[in-house]
């Protein structure tokens, strides 16, 4: 089968840093779906993983943290699935990606796809609808309110990915008012467009752009991008007792200022569940299911801003590129395999 991976990591500018490869098609065991992927997208753990890994000496790595497609076989003990199935999910960080023509994943972290989509419109959905879910209802839990804080939760990095989801998640499922940080004209209208209430710009001290808005002291922060440059901030702007989340990777993470508030700090990975077999590891094939439902009842879109085209090495290393760029808007997806 044909798919795209690398041998060694190397800088994106490097034609060997993916690689139109053939492999054998893999073969579904235990609660395995084999799919035949139609669409994906790029997540910035796709650069990462790049970067940062170097596959044993001889093998290809496969990246990849995004599919929708059907299914064509299932392993001796899936029960939630059956060939002919359209699914999308977002798979494992330990396993082969999606970046091949067949793939497999554990039916427990699939959802259905929605029917209302392409494949590549549900293809950007599911790794950042789980981080941004996972961050706000199970680390957060946003549903119980802070004592005297505004209502309200701060979505730093809203026009990217899990951003875009996010911003969706908060205004549709609670009754919070929903702050998005963007920087330019077209990502400040984006993040409005998928329903902040207000948008405040991250390239300036947001401890007071948050105040300009008269609205209080928010009770939760979710930072999804460039934590580090804005701790100090956040630490200033959020309510005594807040909760405050983060998926990114800062060089250090100083919560000591968080102390004399007491606001409580979250980590959230995605990948969480399905690294360590956690007793829930199939609440994320349902809050996909959920999320399905959600679209195909038009109180959530899609975030799909751009398409790439076909999949290929070429054109997923164009989507890493503008992903280390920093400049994406939204999700950057692939459909199809090059005829």
Sequence with gaps: MRAIGFQSPLPIAEPSALVDI?????????RDL????????????????????????????????????VVVATGPDATLFR??????????????????????????IVGRKPASLSFAEAAALPLTTITAWEAMF??????????GAAPAILIIGGA????????????????????????????????????AHHVVDHSKPLAAEVAALGIGAPGFVFSTTNTGDHLAEIAQLIAPQGRFALIDDPATL????????????HW????????????????????????????????????????FGVINADNLRRAHALIESGKAKGKIVLEGFPA
Excluded: C
């Design 254 to 265: 100083d919560v000591n200022p968080f102390k004399r508030k007491s606001v409580s700090v």
């Design 138 to 147: 199970d680390r957060l839990d946003v549903a119980k309110p802070i004592p």
């Design 34 to 69: 084999l799919v035949e992927v139609r669409a994906i997208s790029v997540n910035p753990v796709d650069t990462k993983v790049r970067r940062s890994f170097t596959p044993a000496a001889g093998d290809w790595r496969v990246l990849g943290y995004d599919a929708a497609g």
């Design 268 to 307: 959230e990975f995605m990948f969480t569940r399905s690294m360590f077999g956690t007793a829930d590891i199939a609440a994320q094939g349902e809050l996909l299911n959920e999320a399905a439902r959600l679209v195909d009842e038009g109180a959530l879109r899609t975030t799909a801003s751009e398409s």
């Design 22 to 30: 053939e492999l054998p098609e893999p073969s579904p065991a235990g």
């Design 83 to 108: 060939p002919g199935d359209e699914v999308f999910y977002a798979g494992a960080l330990e396993r082969q990606g999606a970046n091949a023509e067949r793939h497999l994943v554990d039916e427990r």
């Design 160 to 195: 990217g990915g899990v951003g875009s989801i996010a911003t969706q998640l908060a205004r549709t499922l609670t009754g919070l008012t929903v702050i998005a940080t963007a920087s330019r004209p077209e990502t400040q209208d984006w993040v409005r467009g998928l329903g």
